[in-house]
């Protein structure tokens, strides 16, 4: 269903913005993309969950997923996502080196999985649960208390679901589409795009669950040594996430644990410090929706431009996987120069 099509078919009460933004790039992406509605959710209207994919569908060939609005609080990482969409597709119009890297890759795009929370202003969707507490993942180690994932109630933030329950309809369109789109091919990764935690902008990789390293540990640290490389002045704390907090039932995690062990599939989460967004305007403070997006037309425009490269780094990483992914002894190296950077203290 294109987007078009989408808007015609509601009883949307109140306007979306990042939607109707999204809307506008899927109309100007026209027969280059494959849209469809991967779920509906009804929060004062019903609205779409848009699963978008362009490039080569071959399943040999690797693939990279951008995610935004998970939290439907941080609409700053739909807007992030749907800006890279945009920049695409505008470029396909006159780009040939781009139409020829999208013949060696498939990109899938799910720039605003919680609509119902971002119409309602929550961080949790309409039925209260938290979506990246709601895989079923339990933390090995001591979760936080209340933020690391709670069954106590829906009132609370940070609420899993209820016992035993399936994932809801948002959490099951998301990892169905990684595991069509992304799971099994030789590469691939994800770009999980929020805001909201401290004052610098952190790319986080799994486990969540648990402080010990994931299997692709030599992989990671292998993607860090191409970024690091290729973008020298980078501003990014690019760490696990069990360095900061431990938690439940996040999907990336539930993504790495499910994913069939042939191929490399390396999900990060890129979280963007709106702290600093605060000091530099404490008003925000007052505003709910302030303490998560940059609410300054020109501060917002740098963080929108100020993350493209690391989208577009990427796509380029998983259509060259094969000129930089360890192999053999190599992986062993990598591994242990891994350990020593992010898990010291740990025996892994
Ligand atoms: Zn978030």
Aim: aromatic content about 8%.
């Amino acid at each position: 269903m294109t987007g078009a099509s989408t808007k015609l078919d509601g009883v949307r009460t109140k306007p979306l913005p990042e939607l109707e933004e999204l809307e506008r790039v899927i109309e100007l992406g026209g027969a280059h993309l494959q849209c469809e509605v991967a779920c509906e959710v009804m929060a004062g209207g019903t609205l779409p969950v848009h699963a978008i994919s362009l490039g080569n569908p071959d399943p040999s060939l690797p693939a990279v997923g951008f995610f935004g609005g998970v939290h439907g609080l941080e609409r700053i990482g739909a807007r992030v996502v749907t800006a890279y969409l945009h920049h695409l597709v505008s470029r396909l119009a006159w780009d040939a080196s781009l139409r020829q890297l999208l013949e060696q890759v498939r990109l899938l795009f799910m720039p605003l999985v919680n609509p119902g929370g971002m119409a309602l202003d929550t961080r949790a969707n309409p039925a209260g649960v938290d979506l990246m507490r709601n895989a079923p993942v339990e933390a090995r180690e001591r979760a936080l208390w209340l933020i690391g994932g709670q069954r106590i109630s829906r009132a609370l933030p940070w609420y899993r679901g209820p016992h035993g329950a399936p994932m809801e309809a948002e959490s099951t369109a998301l990892c169905e589409r990684v595991v069509r789109e992304l799971h099994g091919r030789p590469f691939s990764m994800a770009l999980d795009c929020h805001s909201g935690f401290g004052m610098r902008d952190r790319l986080w990789f799994p486990f969540a669950h648990r402080s010990a390293p994931m299997e692709s540990l030599p992989e990671l640290h292998a993607l860090h040594e191409i970024f690091t490389g290729s973008h020298v002045h980078h501003d990014y704390v690019i760490e696990p996430q069990s360095r900061q907090y431990l938690a439940h039932g996040d999907l990336w995690d539930h993504l790495v644990l499910t994913a069939p062990r042939q191929g490399v599939f390396l999900p990060l989460t890129l979280e963007m410090g709106s702290w600093l967004w605060v000091k530099k305007n404490p008003r925000q403070l007052f505003s709910r929706v302030g303490i998560f997006n940059p609410l300054i037309a020109h501060r917002e425009q740098r963080v929108l431009r100020r993350h493209l490269p690391l989208l577009d780094f990427a796509l380029r990483a998983a259509a060259g996987h094969r000129l930089w992914l360890p192999q053999g002894e190599q992986r062993e190296v990598h591994r242990r120069r891994g350990l020593a950077l992010w898990y010291r203290g740990l025996d892994a």
